[in-house]
């Protein structure tokens, strides 16, 4: 099955590198794909959901699948803080309210993005965070993290209202070696925007964070949304010595 799920990976990506599918394409129907490798549904639609993660394909519900013209990424080094020490830093400080902290099972989509099986056990932490000196502005930012059960399984244990993930991870020594974070501006579906107390049409920032221990397994992947009316962001990039 690897060995299938692979060559549909690699098939799908030369078409799209040597433009023989160019932006806008419409990929065959899923059960074309599926006849033409002999591979079942479950196999491929790990692979469009992991080139659609690379931002290779958009997949429009009811319509299909497409290429879609690929996002200029700058390759800069990144730091964002904890959400809890960044607002101390500002003195300000934070109130969480914990909406989702339960087991789970990993779809098809956020297999892709932790770099794991589907249907492996994970643990969901859905929160809203708000800065306590502008509460009644509303929500800063609603976070949806994912991590695996032995990890997440921690949490439950704590009270996730009053500690951060970060210090329970210090606590119990699990070690943050390396994060990614890819940067969006997008809209939400309802729910969302109202979680947030946002206008359907409202924008905003989306850090989708993952989060890898020193053996490179990934131990949190987060997706959260930040209103734009209510954030601001910087950016530190290192500069390297020139090579000789």
């Not at 060995?3 to 419409?26: H, V």
């Not at 800065?131 to 704590?158: C, H, N, W």
Request: aromatic share 10%; glycine share 4%; charged share 30%.
């Amino acid at each position: 099955m690897a060995k299938l799920y692979q060559e549909i990976l690699e098939y799908m990506d030369q078409k799209i590198s040597s433009a023989e599918w160019p932006i806008g394409f419409k990929l065959p129907r899923e059960i074309d794909l599926c006849e033409e490798f002999h591979i079942s549904r479950t196999t491929l639609r790990r692979a469009l959901a992991i080139l659609t993660e690379k931002g290779r394909l958009q997949r429009v519900k009811g319509t299909g699948t497409f290429v879609i013209e690929p996002k200029i990424i700058e390759n800069i080094t990144l730091f964002i803080d904890s959400f809890a020490e960044e607002l101390k830093e500002r003195g300000q400080s934070v109130v969480t309210q914990v909406l989702e902290l339960h087991p789970v099972t990993a779809d098809i989509r956020i297999a892709a993005c932790m770099g794991i099986n589907e249907n492996e056990p994970l643990i969901k932490l859905r929160r809203l965070r708000f800065a306590a000196e502008r509460f009644e502005e509303g929500p800063v930012v609603l976070t949806t993290s994912y991590f695996p059960y032995d990890i997440g399984q921690i949490f439950m244990k704590y009270d996730m209202e009053k500690e951060s993930v970060r210090q329970i991870c210090r606590k119990n020594g699990i070690i943050h070696d390396h994060t990614t974070k890819r940067i969006n501006a997008v809209h939400l579906p309802p729910l969302e925007c109202r979680l947030l107390g946002s206008a359907d049409n409202d924008i905003f920032m989306s850090f989708y964070t993952r989060i890898y221990d020193t053996s490179s397994r990934c131990i949190e992947y987060a997706e959260s949304y930040y209103p734009v009316d209510r954030n601001e962001f910087s950016i530190t990039t290192l500069s390297r010595p020139a090579k000789d």
